[in-house]
Structure formats: structure tokens, C-alpha cells
């Protein structure tokens, strides 16, 4: 399966991509900003397009092309200019999505955040909620389209060494959990058709991953 | 018919409910955000309610209880922070859509801007952007929903004196056209059913409002 990985050069992105060197069915394709940012990736053998979240539709497919399945991991993160949540989280996100469709890509993994429904969106301080707002529109505008989506809503996001365990259900309490688990969840999620039209929080745990993905 | 005004206290709201008053078959009831707008509205003994569009969706419900329309003329305004953009444009227009159906309300005036295309989103500047991507999604959220809506979409809005005339259709040639007739065209969508599930752009003209509602 070849997987185009928006935001390969994010932390979470490049974890995953580099685990998939191990998964031979997998082929990552790193979407990226610029030729700058592709030696990471060349040292790996690993794919890369150029693309941008705020190309138009038509360009991001265009880099989309021939994949399986798309992996949203890009984030502004909560501390950018709000214009950039708007742009990349929001609109960037749902490009991807329209994205899939003319590519005919039909499976599509999102990292959200952590919680977005509408009362996380009323309890969050002022300089949050714009955030869980565009994250919000993302994944209803996700769960709106026929793509087989998994939507995954991982807890507050460490660079602990990964375990390979985690917590997952449909609510968890809220906790920390490594950036290189997530990796691990979406590469579970990839290989597991379980996670299909499934949403989840995830945090750190005492449940093998592929267990963790298997029982959702 | 009685017709919640979102955003009665901006420029667009006034003349809205100032020229309501000639309308006897028409009852404005204005949302504002606080006692201190009142005032205005007092004077010409309409009614009043507080709530705010970063409220809870119940909230508002129960400001539009008893109402038998929304007109939605909220805006933070494309200079704002853009944390208000997602929260106030996009947000809170949602949370008014999601009230209007908790309250029973089908009828539901948008006033958008004047192009909020996929197309707009990727040609607008940057610090223009963010505004059109919020106003898009509003408007999407809006098309999806089983509301009587109707989706307007003014030209640059100035503070000219009003002249009772416009030209409306699916796209027009972009000008400007005063406030005060954009009022006066939700005044004629409010009293012509020809104006349910249309969407149209409006700028100064040469045709009467009312008939070019009814030629929509």
C-alpha cells in the first residue's frame, strides 16, 4: 500500500515514516514544503512530492497521485497565527480530503486533536479554541464523505520513548502519550482494517498497539 | 413573522431593523451582546436579547425561542484577530444554524461575503484568506442543512445612501454597494418565498429590490 504522508516532516511524521521502512507492504510517499526539507527522507530511500496545504485541490491530488491512502498528520500546532489554523488546519485538512476523492484514494487516516466536539470547543481557553474549532470542521467534513476514514485523537503529545502500549477507545481519560506511539497507531491502523470508519482517543497504556486497534 | 437579527447592532443590522418598522407583517427581535447596546433598539420598542455567538448553541436556541426567522449579519469583520474569524464567522454562524433547528426555526437569512468559493479561498491575500475560508465553511454548513436558507453575497459594502436598487444574480461583476440596501434586500427575502434555497450576489444597480428578488 502506497501512503502519502501529509506532514512527513512533522515529528510524528517522520516516526512513521521511518517505522515503515520495517513494513514491507507499506510504501511511504513524503508530501513536503520545499527540497529543503527532503534529505531526511532521500537517506531512507523514501519518496518525496512537493506540495503545500495552501496549493489549490487540484495540485495537492496531483501529488496524491497513485497512492492507497492518505495520512494527515500536519498541524499549524495551537501556537501558530490563527490565519495558519485556518489555512492548514482547516482548510489545508479538507483540501486532502477533496484531495482523496480525485484521486480516487479511498482510505484516509486524520490526526485530530484530542477532543473536538463542540463542548471542547466551549470549555477551551480563548487562545485554544480557535484550534479545536478548525479540528472541529476538519473531521466532520471527514466523517461527511464515503472515504474509509479513521480518525485518530491522541492525548497530550510527548517525546517519550515510544512502548508500543497505549490506551485507545472511543473516550479515554485525558493523559499524556508519545509522539512515536502515534506513529505506531497509524501504522497499526494502516495494516488493520479494523480502524475503518472508527475515532478514537488514544494515550499511553498498557495495551499492545495491534491489540489496542484490533479490539476498537 | 418574527426575525431573530444576528448581529442587530452592526450597520447592516440597524437599517435592517430601522426599516422593519414600516413593515407591520415583520417583528425584529434583536440579539446583542449586551445591556449597553440596547438602547437603540429600546427607542423604537423592539425587543431585545443577549447572547453572544461564542455562547453554547443552547444558548442561542433560547434567544431565537418564538422566532419564526434568522437573519445571520454577525461579523467579526475581515480586520479582526483571526481567532475571532474561526470563532465569531465561522463558529458562532454554525452555532445560530444549529439553533435554528433546536428552535424550530426553518427560515434562515446568511449573509455571507460576496465570494466564498474554493476558487476565492486560493486567490484571496493572505491576510484576506482566513475570512473567506471561515464564511465558506458557514456556508457549506448551511447548503447541508433542511433550512428554508438563503445565502447572500454583498459586494464591498459602503455607507452610501441608499437608493432602493441593485443588481442580484448567481455571479455579477464585483462593485460596491451601501449597507443600507442590503438591508432593504433581506427585508424583500424575508417577504418573498422566491428567495428560499437561493444563493446570489448583490451590487448597486439599476433594478427595484423587490423585483430583483422575485427574478432570482
Redesign the interface.
Known sequence: MKVLIVGANGQIGKHLVTYMQDHPTLEAVAMIRDEAQADFFKKMNVQTVIANLED??GTIAKAAAGCDAIVFTAGSGPHT???K???VD??GAVKTIEAAKLANIERYIMISSFDTT?AA??NAS??F??YV??K??ADEWLR?TDLKYTIIHPGLLTNDEPTGKVTAATTVERDEVPRADIAKVILASLENDASIHKEFQVVRGETAVDTAIQEL
Chains 1, 2 share one sequence.
Do not use: C, F, M, N
Request: hydrophobic share 35%; no cysteine.
Open positions: 489549490d485541490t497565527g490563527k490565519d489554523t485556518l489555512l482547516l482548510d463542540r470547543i466551549q480563548e487562545s479554541a480557535p474549532v478548525a472541529h470542521y461527511a
